[in-house]
């Protein structure tokens, strides 16, 4: 059963405004389009996205002329809102990572606790698989992959494991990938850290690389301030720290203005205007409390920023 993280936290730092035009672009199973649903008047509108068919189908199973969901990248999501002629929204909501149903059904190939097809791909209708890539990667960019985006410090040795086996065989099940790297990575250091299956790491980065999912944050976040009215929120949730640090760090540069010389008889709002401010943030980073974190264990990671557009206009 999917568990939606920091529900109730994510949705008040929407700030919801009854007849406002929210977008939730990660829809998964909906629980925090539910949520927004329930607190928009009759005029209000809710647009969802969701690169994986199976969320989408489960998006439409929602009868609610006030909602619709779209089957696309983070990156189409401008253009697509454009298509049905809407510019400006009043909140986005991003919440990243894997859905426990992908981390559940062995045929998508996210887990090494039971064997599939190694695919791990969140939009199955299109792209390259984790067999694939795995296949024809070279030995150097295995190691970038799963250095980059697993901090595995032992990358080295599982991309040089990787090359070999797969020289005496294919590489196209989870639990083959499980087992070479669990030959490599040394079970004692392992229990030092956290006691990870020895395999998270490298899984994390390959699903992060087959899925380009830092590069669509990369390409979304600069949009969703584009797309936000003045007075709109962004509410990102991110599960571990490349993703947190990306999102951190975008927040940071919109909210800082650029220095203007001391003395100059101006208000904030024009100071607002003649810097390339456009957000403020609100609040501090929040995480999961533990009862939340007692109910489902994979919130522990969680970490939600919101910020706000500001407006420019004097």
């Not at 005029?43 to 929602?62: M, Y």
């Not at 008889?265 to 100071?271: F, S």
Request: some cysteine; overall charge positive.
């Amino acid at each position: 059963m999917h568990i939606t993280v920091l529900l109730q936290e994510a949705v008040d730092a929407l700030a919801i405004k009854p007849n406002g035009i929210y977008v939730d672009g990660t829809f998964g199973r909906g629980g925090h389009s539910r949520l927004i649903l329930s607190r928009l008047g009759e005029n209000g509108r809710l647009i969802a996205f969701d690169k994986d068919p199976v969320a989408v189908e489960a998006g439409r199973a929602i009868k609610d002329e006030r909602f619709c969901i779209e089957h696309g990248d983070f990156s189409q999501m401008q253009r697509l809102l454009q298509a049905k002629e809407i510019c400006h929204v009043d909140g986005v909501l991003l919440d990243l990572g894997v859905s426990s149903p992908q981390l559940e059904e062995a045929s998508r190939g996210f887990s090494f606790r039971s064997d599939g097809p190694l695919d791990m791909r969140m939009d199955t209708s299109r792209g390259q698989t984790a067999a694939e890539w795995i296949a024809l990667a070279s030995e150097i960019h295995l190691q970038k992959v799963i250095r980059d985006y697993g901090e595995e410090r032992f990358a080295r040795q599982i991309a040089r494991a990787i090359i070999v086996a797969r020289a005496r065989q294919s590489i196209v099940t989870t639990l083959q990938l499980a087992e070479i790297v669990a030959s490599v990575v040394r079970s004692r250091q392992r229990q030092r850290e956290n006691k990870q299956h020895p395999a998270t790491r490298t899984f994390q980065a390959i699903r992060i690389h087959v899925n380009q999912e830092l590069e669509e944050l990369s390409l979304i976040l600069p949009q969703c301030v584009e797309l936000l009215n003045p007075g709109g929120r962004l509410v990102v949730i991110s599960f571990h720290s490349l993703e947190d640090r990306i999102v951190k760090r975008f927040m940071r540069a919109a909210s800082n203005a650029d220095e203007l010389p001391r003395g100059l008889p101006l208000r904030e709002k024009e100071i607002q205007r003649f810097s390339k401010q456009k957000l403020k943030l609100i609040g501090r980073a929040k995480r999961s409390n533990e009862e939340e974190v007692a109910a489902n264990i994979r919130s522990r990671s969680a970490v939600m920023r919101v910020a706000e557009r500001i407006s420019l206009d004097g």
